[in-house]
C-alpha cells in the first residue's frame, strides 16, 4: 500500500525539474519540497523574475539552485565554461553553504560552481575561474574585485540571485550590488530572497527585478489555546556539537519516549546507528522504508519497546501515538507550521509534553516565527552540565531504591549490610552503597557524545538483535557497565565504511562472540576499508581468536593488533 509517507521524491519532480536534478535530491534524502520551495520553483522554471521570502532554514538554496542548475542544464553547449549564473550572498560562510549546496545538486551535470568571497587568496579563485565556471557564488565586494581585474566576465550571466538582500543591504552593499548588475545583461533572469519585505527590499527590487512574482509562504493562522500547553525549549549549538548536546539532553531528560525530527532520511539513518551505538533503543522511520519495515518500526515504539523513534516529517504525518513525552527537533523545520505540526504530538490528552529544538545560532530568527504563531515562549536553555546530570542520576538512584524495597527479596544483601553495620553507621553504608552505584554510571556518561565513527574512548552496550533482525530495547546509559581503565590493544578489523559497518555491528560482534561484556571496548573509528577498536589487554588475544572465526556483516575478517597507548 502507498501511504501518504511514502515520500519518493516525486514532489520535486512535478515542480518541472528535471530528472537528474529529483534523482540528486532523492539521494541526499529529501523526500517533499519545503513550502518555499514549492511555490518559487515553478515560478523561477517558468522564467519570472522572483520576490520570495523565506529565512535560513527554510531550503531556500534549493528553492533557487535547483531552478537555477535546471535552466543551464537545458543547454550545456553554448557558452561552456562561461559565468552563465551569480549568486550574490553576503557572508564568506554563507558563500560557502551555496556554493557547496549547489555542487551537491550539480552532481553528474558537468556545470562548475566556484565560490568567490573576501579573506580567501585571489589566485587560488582566478585560477579557479579560469578553469571555467558557469555557476558563480560570491560576496559583492570580491566579486566586484574580480570585475575590476578582469578575472570575471558576466556578459553570458543569465541569471542572478540576490540571496539574504537584507542583510547584505545591512552590510552596505547596495551600491556593489547596482555596480555588479550592471555588469549582466538586461535579458537575465532575476531572483531576490530576503527575511522581510521591508521597503528597502522592494526599492532594491524595483531597481533589478522586471514585473516580479511575489513569493510569500503564507503563515497558517491559528486561534490561540488551540495547542496544547507544551514546554518549549531551544538550545543553541552549532554544526559540529549537535550529536553531544542531543546525548546529554536525553541523559538529562531521560524521556520515557520521544519522537527526534531530522530532514532528510540520510540525516535519520546517521543518527539513529549514532545513538543505537551510545547505548539508547531508538528506530528509524523514513520514507524510503517499506511499508512493512515501517509498521514493525511503529510497533516497536507503540509498545514502549523502542523509546527513541528518528523521524522525518513525512514519515511521522499521520501517525497517531498518545504516549510521546518529548518531541526533540534535532533539525529545524522547514516552515513555523510544520513546528507546531511536530511538537503537536507531545502533551496530547491533557499530558504534560516538552518540544526541545536544537537551533544553529544563525537559525534563531525561526525561533521567533514560532513564538509568534504559537502565542507561546520558547525558553532558551542552557546545556545540562555534567554536574546537573549527576543530580539527576541520584534523584533517579532514589526512585529506583524505593522501587527495589518495595520489591523485596533482599534478604542475601541483609545479611551483608548486618555485618557491615557491626563497624559502621547504617546510613553510611547505604550512602556508600548509592554513590558506588552511581560512580560507575558516572564513569560511562561521556559529556559529548562524538558523531558515530569519530568516537573518543568511551563505553556503551550494543543493542540486541532479536531473531527478526530488528533491534530490541537497549539499556539506558545510566545502566551501562563501566569500561577497563587499564592498558588498551588497538584492533585493526578489516572491514570498514565500504562494507557499511556500523559501530554497533562491531560492537555486537566483539562481545557476542568473544563474550565480553560491550561496556569494556574502547574507542572505535571507522574508515573507508577497515575499522579501529580498542580493547583492554586482556581480552585481546580472545577477542581476536573470535572474530577470525565469525563473520561481520557477511564478511569474514582478519584482524592485526598493537598497544593502543
Ligand atoms: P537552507 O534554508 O537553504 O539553509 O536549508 C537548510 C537545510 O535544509 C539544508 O541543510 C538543506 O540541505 C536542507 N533541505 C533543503 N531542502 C530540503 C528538503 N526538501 N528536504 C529536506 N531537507 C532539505
Redo the contacts with the bound molecule.
Sequence with gaps: MKTPTAGDSSG?ASLGLAAPLVAA?SA???????PI?REAIPVLIAGHDMLGQ??????????FALPLLNKLSEDLKTNRGKARALVLVPTRELAM?VAE?LHKYAKGSNLNVVPVYGGAPMDHQIRALRRGAEVVVGTPGRVLDHLRRQTLNLASVEMVVLDEADEMLDMGFSEDIDAIIAETPDTRQTALFAATFAPRILSIAGKHLKTPKKVQIAQEKRAPGKLPQIRQVAYIVGRGQKTGALSRILDFESPKSAIIFC??RLEVDELTDTLNAHGYGAQALHGGMMQKQRDRVMQLFRSEKADILVA?DVAARGLDIDHVSHVINY??P?APEVYVHRIGRTGRIGRDGVAITLAAPREQRFLQYVERLTKQKVEIGKLPTEADLRKRRLEAAKDAIRERITAGGLEDTRELVESLAQEFEMIDIAAAAVAMANDSADKTVVADMPVADERQPRSYDAPQRDDRGSYDRAPRPASRAPRDEGPMTLLRISVGKEESIRPADLVGAIAGEAKIPSGVIGAIKIHDDYSLVEIPDEHAERVITALKRTQIRGHKVTVQSKPAR
Excluded at 541526499?28 to 519545503?34: F, I, M, S
Design positions: 520535486f535530491v541526499l534524502g529529501y523526500e517533499e519540497p519545503t520551495q523565506a529565512a535560513t532554514g527554510t531550503g531556500k538554496t534549493a528553492a553553504q549546496a530532514r532528510t522525518t533539525d529545524l522547514t
